[in-house]
């Protein structure tokens, strides 16, 4: 996971359409709180806004076409979705919790809230998760205060994931057990094998790129295309870009 910097400005589709629906969802809840709460009335969400071609687009060019969490490149095999940090319908502190409702309705069409993500990320792992660090500080309204709010998720638009998450070759850890991390690499999967696996065969990739890089004497040509393709590999475009970088700094070291 990296850092993510999306234009200040959201698409118009969010700050027009979105902002009316908004509204609506907000007099709905206002009117009719309980019948939200226990799930006798739900929210209608309209994918036309939040998953707009103009709105992923902008998320996949922000984003290089990575998976905002595994940071595997996907627009080459799959459409990806438009995902909602903070989960739009319902949440869960934890997986094994009952839907928690409403969910961050009002945060639906808003900008800083969608990501573009892989299907397995976003429907195999976080689904409806929002774990927080106290959950009695949960916002449970458009009323509520999301600053007192301290997600367990990183956000990678908020937050610098380079801080929390560091890998070991090509398994990815939390550093000095942060709970951030933690929480951030198990319950998205971030450690599942078929990554795992894919990343290793990137890392010993790199490896072997790094030693023809620092060759001494030099390898006249070689050792500096190798070292360009090692440049190359800690760009924010590049997949799995931080645990390159990780690697790089490591001097592949596997510790
Ligand atoms: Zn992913």
């Not at 707009?52 to 080459?76: D, M, P, T, Y």
């Not at 309204?141 to 890998?167: M, T, V, Y």
Request: proline share 6%; net charge positive.
């Amino acid at each position: 996971m990296i850092r993510i910097d999306k234009p200040e400005k959201a698409p118009d589709v969010l700050t027009k359409k979105g902002k009316t629906k908004r509204r609506g969802l907000c007099a709905a809840y206002s009117r009719y709180a309980d019948a939200y709460k226990s799930g006798a009335k739900e929210f209608k969400f309209d994918p036309k806004i939040y998953a707009h071609a103009s709105v992923k687009s902008a998320l996949i060019s922000a984003q290089n076409g990575k998976c905002c969490f595994c940071e595997s490149k996907i627009i080459h095999i799959a459409y990806g979705d438009v995902e909602h940090f903070r989960p739009k319908a319902g949440y869960r502190q934890k997986a094994s919790d009952d839907l928690g409702r409403p969910g961050y309705y009002w945060l639906a069409y808003e900008w800083k809230n969608l990501f573009f993500s892989c299907q397995l990320c976003n429907q195999r792992f976080k689904r409806n998760l929002f774990p927080i660090a106290d959950s009695d500080l949960r916002a449970r309204s458009h009323k509520g205060d999301l600053d007192r709010e301290e997600p367990l998720f990183i956000d990678p638009a908020a937050d610098d994931p380079e801080e929390f998450i560091s890998f070991r070759e090509e398994i990815p850890y939390s550093i000095n057990d942060n709970p951030k991390g933690k929480a951030t690499i198990e319950m998205l999967g971030l450690d599942r094998n078929e990554l795992n696996e894919i990343r290793r065969d990137s890392y010993e990739m790199l490896k072997a790129l790094y030693r023809v890089a620092h060759i001494s004497p030099p390898l006249p040509g070689i050792s500096d295309d190798a070292k360009a393709l090692l440049d190359k590999a800690i760009q924010a475009s590049s997949q799995f870009a931080s645990m390159a970088r990780a690697a790089v700094r490591k001097q592949f070291s596997p510790l």
